[in-house]
């Protein structure tokens, strides 16, 4: 007999209100910590990461009264498990239509997980330009990293087991707005 392996949601973590207070509070810290927003650029690694650097981008556009520049980040080939990912991968447009040299750029992704996307993202962005600093926010930081990486600004840490994973979900991506954990299960 054949076991078949779901997923199953776990647990909602954040509700649209919970996501929208957590983007609020990154933009604050990124504001305070950086001591205002002259030379910095957001940048956001695909494909979750493009609307919460917009939105980061927004409130920070409400709180200080200045529009800070958003780019866009593909790393599908910049990514070291390439070849595991499919024959032909799906190349998205990077667009970052300003020069990073010289600012200070805050990567933006939905879930830090093994610091892989992080490192393939930094890989891309050195590629780019020499930014004077590249800091990390994340929504979700959920452990078992792999590499040495950590993110200056997380929108809430959740410790999670490896038969879990992390899905954030986003009204410009999805059709919710949540973070939910899920589960493997077998039948």
């Given at each position: 007999?054949?076991?078949?392996?779901?997923?199953?949601?776990?647990?909602?973590?954040?509700?649209?209100?919970?996501?929208?207070?957590?983007?609020?509070?990154?933009?604050?810290?990124?504001?305070?910590?950086?001591?205002?927003?002259?030379?910095?650029?957001?940048?956001?690694?695909?494909?979750?990461?493009?609307?919460?650097?917009?939105?980061?981008?927004?409130?920070?556009?409400?709180?200080?009264?200045?529009?800070?520049?958003?780019?866009?980040?593909?790393?599908?080939?910049?990514?070291?498990?390439?070849?595991?990912?499919?024959?032909?991968?799906?190349?998205?447009?990077?667009?970052?239509?300003?020069?990073?040299?010289?600012?200070?750029?805050?990567?933006?992704?939905?879930?830090?997980?093994?610091?892989?996307?992080?490192?393939?993202?930094?890989?891309?962005?050195?590629?780019?330009?020499?930014?004077?600093?590249?800091?990390?926010?994340?929504?979700?930081?959920?452990?078992?990293?792999?590499?040495?990486?950590r993110a200056d600004y997380v929108g809430k840490n959740v410790p999670t087991s490896g038969k879990e994973i992390v899905s954030v979900q986003l009204a410009a991506t999805d059709e919710a707005e949540q973070v939910v954990i899920k589960?493997?299960?077998?039948?």
């Amino acid at each position: 007999m054949t076991k078949h392996v779901n997923m199953v949601d776990k647990a909602i973590i954040m509700d649209s209100q919970a996501i929208k207070r957590a983007l609020t509070r990154i933009a604050h810290e990124i504001v305070e910590h950086n001591k205002g927003v002259s030379d910095i650029a957001l940048v956001g690694i695909r494909t979750r990461g493009v609307p919460l650097a917009q939105r980061v981008a927004e409130e920070i556009k409400r709180i200080e009264g200045v529009e800070v520049p958003v780019g866009i980040l593909d790393i599908t080939l910049y990514r070291d498990d390439l070849s595991t990912l499919a024959y032909q991968p799906i190349v998205h447009e990077t667009l970052i239509p300003f020069s990073i040299n010289g600012k200070k750029v805050v990567l933006i992704d939905d879930v830090l997980f093994t610091g892989r996307t992080v490192r393939a993202a930094l890989d891309a962005i050195i590629d780019i330009g020499r930014p004077s600093s590249i800091q990390l926010a994340v929504l979700i930081d959920r452990g078992h990293r792999e590499l040495p990486i950590r993110a200056d600004y997380v929108g809430k840490n959740v410790p999670t087991s490896g038969k879990e994973i992390v899905s954030v979900q986003l009204a410009a991506t999805d059709e919710a707005e949540q973070v939910v954990i899920k589960e493997f299960t077998q039948e």
